[in-house]
């Protein structure tokens, strides 16, 4: 077996110079001796660093850092790129401070609706996923609606933004238990329920396509969805997380009693309905207190 050759502080010395780092330690021991250095890009700061880690590509954290916000400034620019693409002005993201990735929420104006500020996700931007006003003055066209494969159910939900809106602004604009900003409206009174009922007060047979009712009784549903969502109440901010667990637990196609609510807000403080790593990971946006 090859006797292991000893470094010599003058090659090592070399090696820091290939890196744009001075070396200062003025002797070398081993690979895991500490050696500082100054990097001639950020002079002012003395740093150490032990030879194995300088092989394995590890240097500056200075430098590192400057990296991260190139590559965090690239991003950024794809993400203006695809919303301008998609037809839309980007106006910022709702958490600038969180790394980018498909899930972030972007905040935008519509060129045809620019008094309202909205919000939607990246990957949403991605998939050409447009101003919901605009989509709601599509779908009320009969021809538009007979050449697309809307169902009944998204399409009335289209008719719901004011009170979404509402329910929201009642909740403080974040989720009402962990404060993320990246929330869903919850239905005290399910939506399923209220679309059942709506068919049945109007007799109308349950189509799973928009396009299979006329224009006339699609007005007539809309009108009568939104007078039982007044009947019942707002609704209340979750994050998609909570959202989730809360349906998983109780059921989406019946009322969570109040009872049951309770019991699930118990189970969140005390920390049971997730991991650790979970519940900090879907809490990341949580809305400032200051």
Not at 126 to 134: I, L, R, T, V, W
Not at 216 to 239: K, N, P, Q, T
Request: charged share 25%; net charge positive.
């Amino acid at each position: 077996m090859p006797k292991t050759v000893k470094l010599t502080w003058e090659f090592v010395f070399r090696e820091f110079e290939k890196r744009g780092y001075i070396l200062t330690t003025p002797t070398y021991k081993n690979a895991f001796h500490p050696l500082y250095y100054i990097c001639r890009k950020h002079p002012q700061v003395v740093q150490y660093i032990v030879y194995n880690s300088l092989q394995r590509g590890c240097g500056c954290w200075y430098c590192g850092l400057e990296k991260k916000g190139l590559a965090r400034r690239l991003q950024l620019e794809q993400v203006v790129k695809a919303t301008e693409e998609n037809g839309m002005i980007y106006e910022g993201l709702i958490n600038p401070d969180e790394a980018l990735h498909s899930k972030s929420y972007v905040r935008y104006r519509c060129p045809k609706h620019p008094d309202v500020y909205q919000q939607m996700r990246y990957n949403n931007i991605q998939q050409k996923f447009g101003c919901p006003f605009c989509y709601e003055e599509k779908r009320k066209d009969t021809k538009f609606l007979s050449n697309t494969h809307v169902d009944t159910s998204t399409y009335l939900r289209g008719f719901l933004r004011d009170w979404k809106y509402k329910s929201a602004k009642a909740s403080g604009g974040a989720c009402i238990l962990s404060g993320s900003l990246n929330y869903e409206v919850h239905h005290h009174y399910p939506f399923l329920l209220m679309l059942r009922e709506s068919c049945s007060k109007l007799g109308l047979p349950r189509h799973k396509w928009a396009r299979n009712y006329s224009k006339e009784e699609l007005a007539a549903l809309s009108e009568e969805i939104l007078r039982l969502h007044e009947e019942h109440g707002l609704g209340i901010c979750l994050s998609g997380a909570l959202h989730d667990k809360l349906h998983s637990l109780y059921g989406s196609r019946r009322i969570i009693t109040p009872e049951e609510f309770e019991e699930f807000k118990r189970l969140y403080h005390a920390g049971e309905l997730f991991p650790a790593v979970t519940k900090e990971k879907h809490d990341h946006t949580k809305k400032s207190t200051k």
